[in-house]
């Protein structure tokens, strides 16, 4: 088993160019979720997908970001446009669905906006 | 929704000391709670959780207890070592809920 795969681990874009984070869940799991991390503050939750549905975006911003988990393939999250301050690591969990199970992660990807 | 709050925000200790990390929850319907370790450069991973219907469960030189009434629950570390030095995140979720809210995390260095 893998384990959860994400790519790419650093990802450089300039200002106004689009970013694409890919995620592949590990066997077996339908469940994806999107968080946030910048130093000091943690991990903050952006979205909670299963296949071909979004479960819960609360966290995602309303403009220039979007997330979908088609039914083959990896889950993308995407964000259009960047600015500096989406400069970040971007961690993808997944679980295999079940209520109150734990998170499995990958190992992320460092976006730098220049 | 949720909300948790963690604290300390940074831990320093000496070689076999024991280390406390305190979390506060907000939703009394949360009944399960993990806590993630990160070390650096790498993914968070689940190292202990706890639910509902216990006050508290161990695992080596790892144990985490649960206050309910309190809404809050807590990690020890004893004997650390070195490889503990790591972020730690505590997390809650609530019954029927499959997102967990987490802790903004406690950075524990071990000093050798």
């Known amino acids: 088993n893998a384990g959860v795969m994400q790519n790419p681990r650093h990802l450089v874009r300039r200002r106004g160019q689009e970013a694409r984070l890919r995620c592949s869940p590990m066997k077996g799991h339908s469940h994806v979720y999107w968080y946030r991390q910048l130093p000091e503050e943690g991990l903050k939750f952006m979205v909670y997908l299963q296949k071909e549905n979004i479960i819960d975006e609360s966290g995602m911003p309303k403009e220039r970001f979007s997330a979908e988990f088609p039914k083959e393939g990896p889950s993308i999250l995407r964000i259009q446009q960047v600015v500096r301050g989406d400069s970040a690591a971007y961690f993808c969990?997944?679980?295999?669905?079940?209520?109150?199970?734990?998170?499995?992660f990958g190992s992320g990807t460092q976006l730098s906006v220049l | 929704g949720e909300n948790v709050e963690q604290h300390p925000s940074t831990l320093s200790v000496q070689e076999g000391d024991s280390a406390v990390i305190k979390c506060t929850y907000s939703?009394?319907?949360?009944?399960?709670f993990p806590w993630y370790k990160q070390e650096l450069g790498k993914r968070p991973q689940l190292i202990i959780d706890?639910?509902?219907?216990?006050g508290e469960k161990k695992d080596q030189r790892i144990a985490v207890t649960l206050n309910k009434t309190a809404k809050h629950f807590s990690l020890h570390i004893t004997e650390t070592q070195p490889e503990d030095s790591a972020v730690y995140f505590c997390?809650?979720?609530?019954?029927?809920?499959?997102?967990?809210?987490f802790g903004r995390g406690t950075s524990l260095i071990v000093h050798p």
């Open positions: 939703d009394s319907a949360s009944n399960y």
């Open positions: 997390a809650a979720q609530s019954g029927g809920s499959y997102i967990p809210t």
């Open positions: 969990a997944s679980s295999p669905g079940t209520e109150n199970e734990k998170l499995f």
């Open positions: 706890i639910r509902s219907n216990v």
